[in-house]
């Protein structure tokens, strides 16, 4: 997502790789040992202060305030560990992490309080970027400098650098991959399905208005389209609707890898395999599975959640006034969109350092 989300226990890890393999269990029995996606990455996606860039030798201290929602989901979870994998990384980087609470007006107050500590910068990822507008205005003129992380903020004033993935552009990328491979296969008129996240979300929107230009350019459209709420067994559920109301399928894009550990159980309870599905976001195991090629699950669109360790890296870059180095201006730019790409069995080994 951008969901509402480091790697804990090795155990947890495990559950998901069960859930995706062709275990020996039943689906049910999968599901169950990870409805909450509690699971969390192995190790944080960063990238080292001695790994010769000038701009990582020690400078000014920088105080960078935090805040992210809690760890329900294992992409949110990867997004906290990779902030502070990345702050410890620096030694002239202090954290101070505050709890997101429940929803964005909790958030918003642990947030008033963090201003209060007048840290150098803030870097959030808010439950919700309308609501949390009001903050990075209020942090701002404050002399505050904002990193907004991954879900927007609409004003522009909000936030001094605004890093997130590129959600219209995961759509694009899956549609892409699947119009290709249903042309290659020579199929005029398939049928396509589309599992998304919470439909409320700006974000979930963007990634279906993505798929749905991407599959025009070769003359297909969506079948059918029932979204989830990001979670394993929301994704069951829609799943299990979407195979019991289409009996046959072509291909399927299910927008979130976590969501998908419940997509793929009720496509093995269901006993199906006649199409191909394409996943997003690029979890460990997910690509695993890709790499293993034991499943419908052919390949996943990346939305990693390593934008958390370059938010941290570039806080501190705005805090000690630095540019990035290999670009000739001076500050660090204003918007940064992550690229979405493509992972398949041919390129699964170069993404594993990525996964999460």
Not at 332 to 342: D, G, H, N, R, Y
Request: with cysteine.
């Amino acid at each position: 997502m951008t969901k509402s989300f480091g790697r804990a226990a090795g155990s947890d890890l495990s559950r998901r790789r069960l859930l995706l393999g062709a275990g020996a269990l039943g689906a049910g029995a999968l599901l169950t040992a990870c409805t909450s996606n509690d699971a969390s990455p192995q190790e944080a996606q960063t990238k080292g202060a001695d790994s010769g860039n000038p701009n990582a030798a020690a400078g000014k201290k920088v105080t960078i305030g935090f805040s992210a929602p809690a760890a329900d989901h294992g992409w949110i979870a990867a997004i906290t560990n990779n902030a502070k994998a990345q702050a410890a990384a620096y030694s002239d980087v202090e954290l101070k992490i505050v709890e997101a609470g429940a929803d964005a007006a909790a958030q918003r107050a642990a947030l008033q309080t963090l201003v209060g500590q007048k840290p150098d910068v803030i870097v959030v990822l808010p439950h919700d970027g309308k609501e949390l507008n009001a903050f990075g205005l209020e942090a701002m003129k404050a002399n505050i400098p904002v990193v907004n992380l991954d879900r927007a903020f609409p004003d522009a004033l909000a936030y001094r650098l605004q890093i997130k993935g590129d959600n219209y552009g995961m759509g694009v990328s899956a549609g892409h991959y699947i119009g290709e491979q249903l042309k290659a296969k020579g199929v005029t008129n398939p049928v396509i399905g589309e599992i998304p996240g919470i439909d409320s979300l700006e974000l979930t929107q963007e990634r279906s208005a993505g798929f749905k230009a991407s599959l025009a350019t070769y003359g297909f459209s969506v079948a059918r389209r029932l979204p989830a709420e990001f979670t394993a067994d929301t994704g069951q559920r829609a799943a299990a609707q979407m195979l019991q109301a289409l009996p046959k399928l072509d291909a399927l894009w299910n927008h979130d890898d976590d969501q998908g550990i419940g997509v793929l159980a009720a496509i093995k309870q269901a006993n199906r395999s006649e199409f191909f599905m394409v996943g997003g976001a690029g979890s460990k195991a997910a690509i695993e599975a890709i790499q293993a090629d034991n499943s419908v699950l052919k390949a996943t669109v990346t939305y990693s959640p390593s934008m958390a360790s370059s938010a941290i890296s570039l806080a501190r870059l705005i805090g000690q006034s630095k540019g990035m180095s290999d670009l000739v201006e001076l500050e660090v730019p204003k918007e940064i969109t992550l690229a979405s790409e493509t992972i398949t069995k041919e390129n699964a080994s170069n993404y594993l350092k990525l996964g999460f």
